[in-house]
Nanobody, 126 residues
Framework: QVSLVESGGGPVQAGGSLRLTCHASSNIYGNICMGWFRQAPGKEREGVASINLRSSTTAYADSVKGRFTISRDNAKSVLYLQMNSLKSEDTGQYYC???????????????????WGQGTQVTVSS
């Protein structure tokens, strides 16, 4: 069974922090690359951060560099996104999913992926 369950979102004031968690079924977590993606109202889904589950190599969108940290617990098939110094423009629905790539994990949205979870809403108020 394919499953992705995101949690940890909520309302937060600008400058605050949140930690998102993604529980992935083993058949998804078996991918080399995983990532966090977000979609703001009226905008297209975009890549936020990615991680190579074997090497721990990470990549970040310029808009979140220095503020967000992606990490994983391979033993638990769990992906995390620590978000600090949140801004109003970080507001959106956040999703985890396999990322495109092998050694380097792209931030490109995996358009062919059919098993997106419900996501978790992050709302940052200024």
């Amino acid at each position: 069974q394919v499953s992705l369950v995101e949690s940890g979102g909520g309302p937060v004031q600008a400058g605050g922090s949140l930690r998102l968690t993604c529980h992935a079924s083993s058949n998804i977590y078996g991918n080399i690359c995983m990532g966090w993606f977000r979609q703001a109202p009226g905008k297209e889904r975009e890549g936020v951060a990615s991680i190579n589950l074997r090497s721990s190599t990470t990549a970040y969108a310029d808009s979140v560099k220095g503020r967000f940290t992606i990490s994983r617990d391979n033993a638990k098939s769990v992906l995390y996104l620590q978000m600090n110094s949140l801004k109003s423009e970080d507001t959106g629905q956040y999703y985890c999913a396999p990322a495109v790539g092998g050694g380097y994990c792209s931030l490109r949205v995996p358009l062919g992926f059919a098993y997106w979870g419900q996501g978790t809403q992050v709302t940052v108020s200024s």
